[in-house]
């Protein structure tokens, strides 16, 4: 920190290091902390009590929302802004949505709600048998959730992909997608389904879910857990190719306000007010 001089900015991406960063010296520094998921769901582990201890001190922290800055807020901190994540390229073709595949991508933890999925699933694929769930990721829970998609009857339908690094592959030959988590910060996956064109599914489970799907418009939220109005949620979107069509080019256009652009114009205006 003293080789970088007066007046430079330290980020910090995680809540978890804070604590260290403060044991130093910042003096002529402009600190900048940051939390990647929702206010609830850092009220429910340790983290919330880091963010007590250690926020207040920066000159600027910031959530992923406006709504989880305003849960801050009413916490007492007189410091909280909100700045989402940025999507990355948009993808030249968006998906053609010919492929009967569902797809889910994310870790195999608790978190990301996989069992929940598979119950979701179970409701409805008697109903759409020619239609595949893929599920890509890799995770501490994965023999646990293989188990459970076989005493639910949907090793036929299910299909375990593994962890990939083709994400744009995977939703390719996607039609629809799928987030089923507990809790999340501002998901990445749902900005790269949309951008993709490939209409989504989700439990409303965080600001950051419904502030990049608005229901009805450009995707389909169901009660954070009620793993019933996902599968139809689903089930809606697997029928009817046209809702597919409609909801996937409308995400598709609307998910482009999180382009990396705009969201480097917004890091310049946070530099410039921390400058003044």
Same mark, same amino acid.
């Given at each position: +920190? ?10 910090? =991406? ?52 406006? /709504? ?8 007492? +901190? ?9 999507? *990355? ?60 998609? =076989? ?25 629809? +997608? ?37 229901? *009805?418009?450009? *995707? ?17 979107? =697997? ?20 382009? /990396? ?16």
């Amino acid at each position: +920190f003293r080789a970088a001089g007066p007046g430079a900015l330290v980020i910090v =991406t995680q809540v978890w290091p804070m604590e260290w960063v403060l044991e130093a010296d910042t003096a002529g520094l402009r600190l900048i902390g940051m939390s990647h998921e929702s206010y609830e769901y850092s009220k429910r582990c340790h983290r919330f009590r880091w963010i007590k201890n250690s926020y207040p001190q920066v000159d600027r922290w910031l959530t992923l929302t406006q /709504e989880d800055a305003d849960a801050w807020i009413a916490e007492g +901190f007189d410091n909280v802004g909100a700045l989402p994540n940025a999507l *990355g390229a948009l993808p030249e073709l968006p998906s053609p949505r010919t492929e009967k595949t569902v797809a889910s991508i994310g870790r195999l933890d608790d978190q990301k709600g996989i069992d929940l999925l598979l119950e979701s699933w179970s409701l409805m694929a008697a109903e759409r048998p020619d239609w595949r769930l893929r599920i890509y990721g890799a995770g501490q829970d994965a023999a646990a959730l293989k188990k459970q998609c =076989t005493a639910l009857g949907l090793d036929g339908s299910v299909e375990w992909m593994g962890r990939t690094d083709d994400v744009a592959g995977a939703l390719a030959a996607s039609s629809v +997608f799928v987030q089923s988590s507990r809790g999340e910060g501002f998901p990445l996956a749902l900005m790269e389904a949309m951008a993709s064109a490939v209409p989504c599914a989700a439990f409303d489970c965080a600001p950051g879910v419904r502030e990049i799907i608005t229901d *009805g418009e450009d *995707g389909l939220l169901a009660p954070p857990g009620d793993t019933a109005a996902l599968a139809d949620r689903l089930l809606r979107l =697997t029928g009817n190719r046209r809702l597919r069509d409609t909801l996937g080019d409308r995400a598709r256009v609307n998910v482009q306000r999180y382009s /990396e652009a705009e969201i480097l114009r917004r890091w310049h205006e946070l530099f410039e007010l921390l400058d003044r």
